[in-house]
């Protein structure tokens, strides 16, 4: 049985073929074989018939039977205007801040070779109107989405394709997240979504070493991978993200991925709405409340002393420095965020500090108060100044 996947894309159950027969195709009839239907109007079909592989055995490379997959996933996803989409988290009482309307994935070996893909056009179920803008970058149309599936229908046919053992490659934080967002609002579990690896750490690390969110793009032009299909459509996405990854080294990647939070002596959400908890009403609210007014030592629950004044830095950045009698000096970090319904929260970190952090902490501490002052003086002889001047009517 021949399925249609999506526009463009067809998987033929276990009919022959791979990934390799990977061509583009501009001038294709609309129903090329066996009186397929529902091409859609893209006139850019690539197209390439895949092997129906069965999750467990991957025969692609040499015959041997592989057991754990990477799959690389894109998403497309629709926004809604900002007054609906704040109605539509009011009345759900969740965040969602898009609907996925396209799931795109590629399937890879151990050894990063190719051996399959996915992609299923998605119909949302808030957001049903397609957002000019989304509808001019992926070329998706309101039509598509209507002859969508719908999540539920599509996540458990993604995940059943997805197999038992594997780990997503994403290329950027955004996706898995949203993802999950989405499968929330309908219900549907999210755990099978927790092993995620973000390649653009791994990239950076692995290549020039800089700190810095690079796009794809980037990422593909340093490795020459050429942008031979058009982009922002999750599968094509998808297998660029695939090419990337075949370039970087993936299992290194994976083992030093973890040892990037590693220094964290603590990593706490406080106030994270979306997870049922409350959120903070005003930014004091979260600076009063006990687990950053009296935090505890992560190592031996004693309360930590607070050393000196809180650090307040651009994007709703806040340091502080304490210390436990037994664990000596740490910084506590906090970021704060805004929950989907106007709330806060805040992510909490503890590391061990430095004699070179603590210096550039009360450095940084020394200037804001050098700062703070002269606005204070400023506004007070602005104060002074104005009853002596004189009124012009
Ligand atoms: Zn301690």
Excluded at 110 to 135: A, M, N, Q
Excluded at 303 to 313: A, K, V
Excluded at 333 to 351: A, D, G, I, V
């Amino acid at each position: 049985m021949t399925e249609l996947c999506t526009r463009g894309f067809f998987r033929a159950g276990g009919a022959l073929g791979c990934f390799t027969h990977f061509r583009r195709c501009g001038k294709l009839p609309r129903t090329p074989f066996l009186g397929l239907t529902g091409w859609g109007e893209c006139c850019i079909i690539h197209m390439y018939v895949l092997r129906d592989l069965s999750p467990r055995k991957c025969r692609a490379s040499g015959g041997k039977e592989i057991d754990m997959y990477y799959i690389t996933l894109d998403l497309e996803w629709n926004q809604a205007y900002a007054e609906q989409s704040q109605a539509v988290q009011k009345r759900l009482g969740a965040r969602l801040r898009g609907e996925v309307i396209q799931i795109g994935a590629v399937k890879l070996d151990e050894k990063l070779r190719t051996c399959g893909s996915y992609s299923v056009i998605v119909k949302p179920r808030y957001f049903r109107k397609i957002h000019r803008h989304v509808k001019q970058l992926t070329g998706i149309t309101q039509q598509m989405i209507d002859g969508g599936v719908p999540l539920p229908e599509a996540a458990a046919r993604f995940r059943r394709w997805c197999g038992e053992d594997f780990a997503f490659l994403t290329w950027g934080p955004d996706d898995i997240p949203m993802l999950k967002d989405n499968l929330r609002v309908h219900g549907q579990p999210t755990d099978w979504l927790d092993a995620v690896y973000d390649l653009q750490p791994i990239f950076n690390e692995q290549t020039d070493g800089v700190n810095k969110q690079r796009s794809l793009e980037y990422a593909m032009e340093v490795f020459g991978v050429e942008q031979n299909l058009p982009a922002h459509d999750a599968l094509n996405d998808a297998y660029f993200t695939a090419r990337v990854a075949a370039k970087l080294d993936i299992a290194k990647g994976i083992a030093g991925y973890g040892r990037r939070t590693g220094p964290n002596l603590e990593d706490t959400e406080l106030g994270n709405a979306d997870t049922g908890e409350e959120g903070f009403a005003e930014i004091g609210d979260l600076l009063a409340s006990p687990a950053v007014a009296q935090p505890a030592c992560p190592l031996c629950r004693k309360p930590l002393s607070i050393l000196d004044r809180t650090l307040h830095s651009k994007g709703q950045k806040y340091t502080v420095l304490v210390g436990c009698e037994s664990h000596g000096k740490m910084l506590m970090n906090l970021k704060l965020h805004r929950n989907f319904n106007e709330t806060w929260r805040c992510r909490k970190t503890l590391t061990e500090a430095t004699e070179e952090q603590i210096a550039a902490y009360r450095e940084k501490l020394k200037n804001s108060e050098i700062r703070r002052k002269t606005r204070t003086r400023r506004r007070r002889k602005k104060d002074e100044s104005a009853p002596t001047t004189p009124v012009v009517s």
